[in-house]
């Protein structure tokens, strides 16, 4: 026979029934996921909001009290680019770009979202970016802005850049400047002050070389010279003398037909006369 369920079953049962139902229905708003790259800042509606003590909640899932909510924040490195017209020492317009590459700094995510709120892109970083590179550019003259002063500037501007995103619990991780556009009247001056100091440069080379081909001209006759004095002063009347009666000797041996005749010439040296093959 069939057992029947009590009164008091039958509530327990409806009423685990009915939390189970309302655990279903709340467990968007009881529970929460943190996706890669983000961390969560817990709005706690009847306990002051946001604490600037509490740390953030990282990537993963999480429970919380319904009447709660859960703000997100992009915690991975970004980028921030933006075109810009600035003056130069001597109030010359110049064109161009800077990227900064940024994060807020977690254990201040909350200072970050009281003070500055999740739009700090636009509230904070590009009017930094601006009048940093503003200031920098004012202290230097365009032909020193693509040429020795390059990296320099760049330090500069990321130094001071740096120093202003941490006041506003933002961490600068690298600045670049691309794209300077100088007016083109002055290219066309520094291009042709370049060209002059190409040409000088060339023209101190063709010098030197040339100079060094003179030393080395001058080495070789002056050793040419001091051969010939040498060779002159071991060069004797005499030895030209037994020279020449050597060569005598020599042709004697020939078997073609000559005439010698000893002692024929005005400086007493043979004197050979022709003959026949």
């Not at 064109?95 to 999740?118: A, W, Y």
Request: aromatic share 8%; net charge negative.
């Amino acid at each position: 026979m069939q057992s029947q369920l009590n009164p008091r079953q039958f509530r327990a049962i409806i009423t685990v029934g009915a939390v189970l139902f309302g655990l279903l229905i709340s467990w968007s708003s009881i529970t929460f996921t943190i996706p890669s790259g983000y961390a969560g800042l817990m709005f706690r509606t009847f306990n002051d909001g946001i604490s600037t003590e509490e740390a953030p909640f990282g990537q993963g899932f999480h429970f919380k009290a319904p009447w709660n909510r859960v703000l997100e924040y992009e915690v991975r490195q970004q980028e921030s680019l933006e075109h810009l017209n600035v003056l130069s020492a001597n109030l010359l317009k110049i064109e161009l770009d800077v990227t900064v590459f940024h994060q807020p700094v977690l254990s201040n995510l909350g200072r970050l979202e009281i003070e500055r709120g999740r739009n700090y892109e636009k509230d904070v970083i590009v009017p930094s970016m601006r009048a940093v590179a503003r200031e920098v550019f004012a202290k230097y003259l365009p032909e020193e802005i693509n040429t020795s002063k390059r990296s320099e500037i760049q330090a500069e501007i990321n130094n001071l850049l740096e120093q202003k995103l941490a006041e506003n619990y933002i961490q600068l991780n690298d600045v670049l400047i691309r794209n300077i556009k100088l007016p083109k009247t002055l290219e066309d001056a520094i291009e042709r002050k370049l060209q002059q100091e190409q040409q000088s440069l060339e023209y101190e080379f063709r010098l030197e070389k040339e100079a060094k081909e003179a030393d080395r001209k001058r080495i070789e006759a002056q050793g040419i010279q001091d051969f010939q004095d040498i060779v002159s002063e071991g060069i004797s009347e005499e030895l030209l003398r037994w020279k020449g009666i050597e060569a005598t000797a020599e042709l004697a041996k020939s078997v073609n037909s000559k005439v010698v005749v000893i002692g024929g010439g005005d400086d007493g040296l043979p004197i050979i006369l022709g003959g026949n093959d």
